[in-house]
């Protein structure tokens, strides 16, 4: 369902998520838990589309986050902490 290949978000020489590799099948319940500022925001945001990677790679349900953002969206939902609407 989920699959991510060594994505990475770079902020200038600040590394906010370093080489994420991660693979959630369906029907699978993964809970994302770390300290304030260890990229778990940061990795949601670029799974959703908000934020594209510096580098790596992410699907869902088979869809590249990048190339197929709309297809991604229909098949997540997300519930952001601060609505910025």
């Given at each position: 369902m989920i699959e991510v290949n060594a994505?990475?978000?770079?902020?200038?020489?600040?590394v906010a998520v370093s080489e994420l590799n991660l693979r959630i099948n369906p029907g699978e319940i993964f809970v994302y838990l770390g300290a304030n500022g260890a990229g778990k925001t940061t990795t949601i945001k670029m799974?959703?589309?908000l934020l594209h990677p510096t580098s790596g790679s992410a699907t869902i349900a088979g869809f590249d986050v990048i190339k197929f953002p709309l297809e991604v969206k229909k098949a997540i939902g997300y519930l952001p902490d601060e609505p910025f609407l």
């Open positions: 994505l990475t978000k770079k902020y200038g020489n600040l799974l959703t589309g």
